[in-house]
């Protein structure tokens, strides 16, 4: 089992960052590749970046690459999005999660390959 916890999240203005965290308990997280999703109201859950186990794959959404970078410190059990450039249609709750396939490569942006999610971390872009 695998619990996620999300931080970082909060108001900025339109250009500005932010970064985004997500701890993981558990001793095989350094094993699960790890994706960013991001649900405004009303809307579908939108993928938006995951990363393979070792880190050394990622996979972006259209609308956030170029501007966001997901990281991951499997030392700290932790997965990081930076958001750079940021927009105010960036507005979401934003959910980690893990997809229990250990040494998993990147690639996989639909929320049904992923096993668990944290609570989300709010995101609110001003302009």
């Known amino acids: 089992q695998v619990q996620l916890v999300e931080s970082g999240g909060g108001l900025v203005q339109a250009g500005g960052s932010l970064r985004l965290s997500c701890v993981a308990s558990?001793?095989?997280?350094?094993?699960?590749?790890m994706g960013w999703f991001r649900q405004a109201p009303g809307k579908e859950r939108e993928f938006v970046a995951d990363?393979?186990?070792?880190?050394?794959?990622?996979y972006y959404g259209k609308s956030v690459k170029g501007r966001f970078t997901i990281s991951r410190d499997n030392a700290k059990n932790t997965v990081y999005l930076q958001m750079d450039s940021l927009k105010p249609e960036d507005t979401a709750v934003y959910y980690c999660?893990?997809?229990?396939?250990?040494?998993?490569?990147?690639?996989?942006?639909?929320?049904?390959?992923?096993?668990?999610w944290g609570q989300g971390t709010q995101v609110t872009v001003s302009s």
């Open positions: 990363i393979s186990w070792s880190g050394g794959a990622s």
């Open positions: 558990g001793r095989t997280f350094s094993s699960y590749p």
């Open positions: 999660a893990a997809r229990h396939f250990p040494y998993g490569t990147s690639g996989y942006s639909t929320p049904s390959s992923y096993d668990y």
